[in-house]
């Protein structure tokens, strides 16, 4: 294996990712260990495509959205050749598991990508996930992914999706949820079981924790060697979701990792967040960069 370029497309309920990464040599751990190769992003670009709200409003993707997601396809094939990088896979995942178009969809991107993308389960992308952050961080970690229409846990052995997500949450509770949220936590969290997942490392990804740790640090460019494995406790995650709410939208707008619409959904995504750290059973946990995109290549090596 060499460092050619290689690259995914994550094509989400809120966004779309780019990512052209290389393998390249780990640093050695410990004397005598064997050599490995790990994953390192060269390029990643990230476009709001909004694709759940299309689902949550009338059940398939429009016209217009298909519209709107061939030029985000399109700009990425144009930077994919510009750097020679080779597109491995493209995906799609929760507004596509519940659109009632798919093959129409499916055919815009294909048209503009040059690739036919596959929609995988939420079991698969929950798995894919976990092995994306264990490449860096190692074993015995659990993994919540939080995107816009659904969150994946994983905890090695045992992965499961919950068809919860920031952007499902601010369709249905606009941008900050009110009394009717502990209900709803409750409905959601009846049937499922956090067996084997409490009290380990949690590693939270996705735009909800990126944007987290962007108001945090206050970066105003996304910096992967920054916020990877950054840790914070459900008192900074308080301080921060306190912090947003208490702005007015277009001041919300203005803080580092917020703009393109993150503003909107990232209270609801919070508000979940600290939820299921309290399921968990945490006090803290560490933010990383990785995800489904990244899995997608080590699923190639």
């Known amino acids: 294996m060499d460092n050619k370029l290689i690259a995914t497309v994550d094509i989400g309920s809120h966004s779309c990712i780019l990512l052209i990464a290389a393998f390249e040599d780990a640093p050695a751990t410990e004397e005598g260990a064997a050599p490995r190769k790990v994953l ?24 217009k959205r298909m519209k709107e997601l061939e030029a985000i396809m399109t700009k990425f094939r144009m930077d994919l050749h510009a750097l020679g990088a080779n597109l491995k896979a493209a995906v799609m995942t929760e507004a596509m598991r519940n659109a009632e178009n798919p093959d129409e969809v499916i055919a815009v991107v294909e048209k503009a990508l040059w690739i036919k993308p596959r929609i995988i389960s939420g079991e698969e992308e929950g798995k894919l996930t976990y092995r994306s952050v264990k490449e860096w961080h190692g074993d015995g ?28 949450m601010f369709k249905a509770m606009g941008p900050i949820p009110g009394p009717e949220y502990k209900k709803f936590v409750k409905e959601t969290f009846k ?14 990804i996705g735009g909800t924790g990126t944007a987290l740790a962007m108001v945090y640090l206050n970066k105003q460019q996304f910096d992967y060697k920054a916020i990877e494995g950054l840790e914070l406790s459900i008192s900074d ?40 750290l309290e399921k968990l059973r945490v006090e803290t946990f560490k933010i990383s960069t990785a995800g489904l995109r990244f899995g997608l290549l080590y699923e190639n090596q």
């Open 237 to 276: 995650l308080d301080a921060v979701t306190t912090r947003i709410s208490n702005l007015s939208k277009e001041l919300r707008a203005m803080l580092p990792g917020l703009e393109n619409g993150r503003h909107e959904v990232i209270i609801c995504g919070l508000f979940w967040l600290k939820s299921l």
């Open 191 to 204: 049937e499922v079981s956090f067996k084997g997942m409490t009290k380990k490392p949690v590693y939270l």
């Open 40 to 63: 390192v992003p060269k390029l990643q670009k990230v476009e709001v495509c909004r694709l759940g709200e299309d689902i949550y409003e009338h059940g398939a993707i429009t016209e």
């Open 141 to 168: 970690i659990v993994t919540i992914d939080i995107g816009g229409g659904s969150t994946e846990l994983s905890n090695g052995d045992n992965t499961f999706s919950i068809p919860v997500g920031a952007l499902k």
